[in-house]
């Protein structure tokens, strides 16, 4: 069974720094792809970063520079790094991944358009200015 479990989310201020884990289960990270994306109420759900096999990472415009996706083996966790935060940032933030097969290659977790069929409840992020 997959699990994702996101936490870390909180209040901060702009140009402050956060970190964001999603503790997993049933997710094999060198052959799979876990992505964070954001969501605002009236918008729709964006993507933010993915890391995918042999720990290749991608990330959106808006964060490049500013967030850092990795993972701890050991943990089973995913993380995101958040520097520089602006206004603009804050959202609901969630964890999703992609079990299919060849889920990890670039061509499908590097572009962006794999099947995230599993996701976590979410943690919110604010940031104010």
């Known amino acids: 069974q997959v699990q994702l479990v996101e936490s870390g989310g909180t209040s901060v201020q702009a140009r402050g720094s956060l970190r964001l884990s999603c503790v997993t289960t049933g997710v094999t990270f060198s052959d799979n792809c876990v992505g964070w994306f954001r969501q605002v109420p009236g918008k729709d759900r964006e993507g933010v970063a993915r890391?995918?096999?042999?720990?290749?990472?991608w990330y959106e415009d808006p964060v490049k520079g500013r967030f850092t996706i990795s993972l701890d083996n050991a943990k089973n966790t995913v993380y995101l790094q958040m520097n520089s935060l602006k206004p603009d940032d804050t959202a609901m933030y969630y964890c999703?991944?992609?079990?299919?097969?060849?889920?990890?290659?670039?061509?499908?977790?590097?572009?962006?358009?794999?099947?995230?069929?599993?996701w976590g409840q979410g943690t919110q992020v604010t940031v104010s200015s």
């Open positions: 890391i995918s096999t042999g720990n290749s990472t």
């Open positions: 999703a991944a992609d079990i299919n097969p060849y889920a990890g290659l670039w061509y499908n977790c590097g572009s962006g358009k794999g099947d995230f069929g599993y």
